[in-house]
């Protein structure tokens, strides 16, 4: 019997070599790591404090715009738009129901600049407008998309533009300069002939365009109505009339501007009456100045109003003791007033009016006093619900708050919230 044997082949006494060579193999650094089993990146394995540097040549496409927010952010709302025009720049006004976060980089195409806004919407009020066509060139306002609106502005219809975010209420602002307008040359005429006598004029001359501004300046109250009262015994009627007084001076020294009192002494003038000699002079704008007042003393600062409805409680409260009626009669039928009292035009030039008497007013007094900025309110005011033209009312300070009444009974104080409410007065009237 042969007693049986294993015999090794060489090829099965060559295996245990397959496992030896693969680790002899990574111990050297092939090019590209792609067989490599055992390398490590250094550069994922390490932790680094130095942000990366992009590259130096981006791949992002040159027409796509930068966006400055995450597409997972909540939705902004375009509630209204309005613009104004000058013969320098043309401004388009977004009011927004929270900030936007407009293209840093605009899309630059053959038919003009795109400015993108994402996560944005058109209200349909605004969309409204728009398909009346209800909105100054050059501006082209469209939604592409459910998340975004464009503005464009045509190429040819502009020389530059300046795009401007405002937050209290959140706004965004575009003003845009228009080309100039080329110079033409007309051909020499022949001398004229003199031996016939001049034809006579067909049609009457026309009159020439209004070229006086009347401004009617308003204090509020006076004489038996004493206003708000401070905790010194400062009365509202007398702050008013110095400011009022002192805006008075200074806007008569402006070329081109009328300046009309509803008051100049301390005497007690109807609400109604204020109004109707407003329309009675037909006033340009009309300014009505105040002090405010409120239960907590502690409270304190600027805030100006134009007509509309009562946004809040406390706009009601104030609008109700400006008035002199019961809060419930405040804010009655304001809607009908606005269709059968007030035009668009109006209530739009006030709302700009009241904003750029404020932004003047922040601008000035700020480098001098810790001013608090209450923004832009609507509320039913009387005299702003019947004069027929752009109207604000203006309250200057709390004459509640003790370290304000001190300052409304300087005349320091009264001095710059006058300057301040001129120059937002002329910064107005320089857009029309």
Known sequence: MIPLTTQRTPMRSALWLIPLLTFLVGLFDLPGHALNPFHVDEASASTST??????????????????????????????????????RMTRLVLDLDSKAHPSTRPLLQAEGVTI???????????????????????????????????????TGTFTSYTL????????????VVPPAEPRTILPAEPP????SPLPTPQQPLQPRAKSVTTIVIDPGHGGKDPGARGH????????????????????????????LMTRERDEFIELEDRAKFANRHEADLFVSVHVNSHPQRSVKG?????????????????????????????GVGWEYLVADLLTAKKIEE???????????????????????????KTAPFYVLRFTSMPSILAE???????????????SRFTSLVAEALMEGVKSFLATR
């Open 50 to 87: 130095t942000p990366q540097k992009p590259p130096h040549k981006s791949k992002r496409p040159h027409t796509s715009p930068i966006r400055l927010t995450p597409t997972g952010l909540s939705l902004t709302t375009i509630q209204n738009f309005r613009t104004t025009s000058s013969l």
């Open 116 to 154: 993108e806004i994402p996560n944005a919407i058109l209200s349909p009020s605004a969309k409204t407008k728009l398909a009346a066509g209800r909105i100054a060139k050059p501006f082209l306002i469209t939604q592409p998309s459910e998340r975004s609106v464009h503005i464009l502005l045509p």
């Open 164 to 175: 401007l975010t405002l937050m209290n209420p959140p706004r965004l602002v575009i003003d």
């Open 192 to 195: 004229p002939d003199f031996s």
């Open 232 to 259: 010194r015994g400062t009365e509202e009627k007398d702050i008013t009339l110095k400011v009022a007084l002192k805006l008075r001076d200074l806007l008569s020294q402006q070329r081109g501007i009328r300046i």
């Open 302 to 330: 600027i805030e100006i109003y134009h007509f509309g409805e009562a946004k809040d409680q406390r706009a009601l409260e104030v609008a109700a003791r400006e008035n002199g009626t019961p809060l419930h009669s405040t």
């Open 350 to 376: 006030s709302l700009e009016l009241a904003w750029t008497a404020k932004e003047a007013m922040v601008t000035n007094l700020n480098g001098h006093y810790d001013l608090v900025d209450h923004g832009v």
């Open 396 to 410: 200057i300070a709390y004459i509640s708050n003790s370290g304000e009444e001190e300052l409304l009974r300087t």
